[in-house]
């Protein structure tokens, strides 16, 4: 099995930074895309940001030049940087990864369980 572990949130003023890890441990053979998605109270979950196993990146228009994804795949961790957080970034963030297991025929989706983060004065 794999898990995504996930640290980071927390509550941070307006313009503020926080950052975000992820970890994946488990049976793996292979880790291709590894991302960020969040949902805010009642709204759908959205993308924020993917990476790849190249380090190809792509991030939703909303945050686009405020927060910066990067993986190291020795470590099978993810991160997202936040900085000139806005109240509007105030969601459940969630650490997302297709994974290739010793138990799967390719790869499968996996998510954390979620972290909080509050942009607030």
């Known amino acids: 099995q794999v898990q995504l572990v996930e640290s980071g949130g927390g509550l941070v003023q307006p313009g503020g930074s926080l950052r975000l890890s992820c970890a994946a441990s488990g049976s793996i053979i292979r880790i291709y895309s590894m991302g960020w998605y969040r949902q805010a109270l009642g709204k759908q979950r959205e993308l924020v940001a993917i990476?790849?196993?190249?380090?190809?990146?792509k991030y939703a228009d909303s945050v686009k030049g405020r927060f910066t994804i990067s993986r190291d795949n020795a470590k099978n961790t993810v991160n997202l940087q936040m900085n000139s957080l806005k109240p509007e970034d105030t969601a459940v963030y969630y650490c997302?990864?297709?994974?290739?297991?010793?138990?799967?025929?390719?790869?499968?989706?996996?998510w954390g369980q979620g972290t909080q983060v509050t942009v607030s004065s």
């Open positions: 997302n990864s297709a994974i290739e297991t010793t138990m799967t025929n390719g790869a499968n989706d996996y």
């Open positions: 990476i790849n196993s190249g380090g190809r990146t």
